[in-house]
């Protein structure tokens, strides 16, 4: 059996994201994303969902580790992220006075919150909001949570769908230490990489022109400060098309005459998300 490993315990998003994904194998909670990549970089065969960018609140701060351990990128997949209010059974809205959950849920749920006048409380994560509400047994008390905590911690849902946007989706990635890729054909792919360029004036410009002259498109280009460091920085890219693709091989070797360090995270199928119009 598979190991997927995910920050959190059990009813986070990422762990709803791993059972979309997998639904038979052994999903492991870790204390922090550290651990999920310590974990993967130790067991090959094992795999880690990390959510990497949220469509609402923008990126979750994960890429120091991306850069750190340099895991392969096996896929990616958007999560749509459905905020439940949770609490108490028979517990009523206007029971409630204090409301908990991470920062970003409750940052995508402030209408709800500040039309009901409630108490914000941030924790470190959904799920265990929704496992301390259920503790507390206090019905002034209710947590913003998937309706799978809801499930596991035997609360009731009181509201569904409280976030302030209803198209609110997280990109998860699902990365680990072996090396995978699929064989190029017609489908929509993503390659990403991470460089970090040699000191001279006017770098990333030159350094971009090849993707232009062979008509690469960029989908994400994130400029990220090296350790230790205010002035040397390492940039994360997605590209759209298969690294196996002529054109996109000749786009990375222009690039490469401006690294001095340049590795290939992962080719992976896009997921059908961004395919879709809104």
């Not at 198209?167 to 190029?184: A, C, D, H, W, Y």
Request: hydrophobic content about 35%; charged content about 25%; glycine content about 6%.
């Amino acid at each position: 059996m598979s190991k997927i490993y995910f920050q959190g315990i059990y009813g986070a998003y990422s762990h709803l994201a791993a059972l979309s994904l997998e639904k038979d194998a052994e999903i492991i909670p870790c204390k922090t994303f550290d651990d999920c990549f310590i974990n993967a970089s130790k067991e090959a065969n094992s795999k880690i969902i990390i959510p990497e960018s949220n469509r609402i609140t923008g990126n979750i701060g994960i890429e120091y580790l991306i850069f750190k351990y340099r895991l392969n990128i096996y896929a990616e997949y958007f999560q749509k992220i459905e905020h439940n209010l949770l609490g108490l059974p028979g517990t009523r809205v206007e029971d409630i006075k204090n409301i908990y959950s991470h920062a970003q849920a409750i940052s995508q749920c402030s209408k709800f919150i500040k039309t009901n006048n409630l108490i914000e409380h941030v924790r470190a994560d959904t799920a265990g909001s929704a496992k301390m509400v259920s503790k507390s047994k206090d019905k002034d008390k209710a947590a913003i949570a998937s309706s799978l905590s809801a499930k596991i911690y035997d609360l009731e849902i009181i509201k569904r769908n409280i976030e302030n946007e209803s198209e609110n989706l997280t990109r998860f990635l699902v990365m680990g230490k072996n090396i995978s890729q699929p064989n190029f054909g017609k489908k929509k792919y993503i390659t990403s990489f991470l460089f970090k360029l040699k000191s001279k004036p006017a770098a990333l410009y030159q350094s971009l022109g090849g993707f232009a002259i062979n008509g690469i498109n960029l989908t994400k280009l994130q400029s990220y400060p090296e350790k230790n460091s205010f002035d040397s920085f390492f940039f994360l890219c997605d590209l759209d098309g298969h690294i196996e693709d002529p054109k996109v091989q000749k786009s990375l070797e222009d690039l490469g005459l401006h690294c001095q360090d340049f590795h290939v995270l992962g080719v992976f199928e896009a997921d059908k998300q961004r395919q879709i119009k809104k």
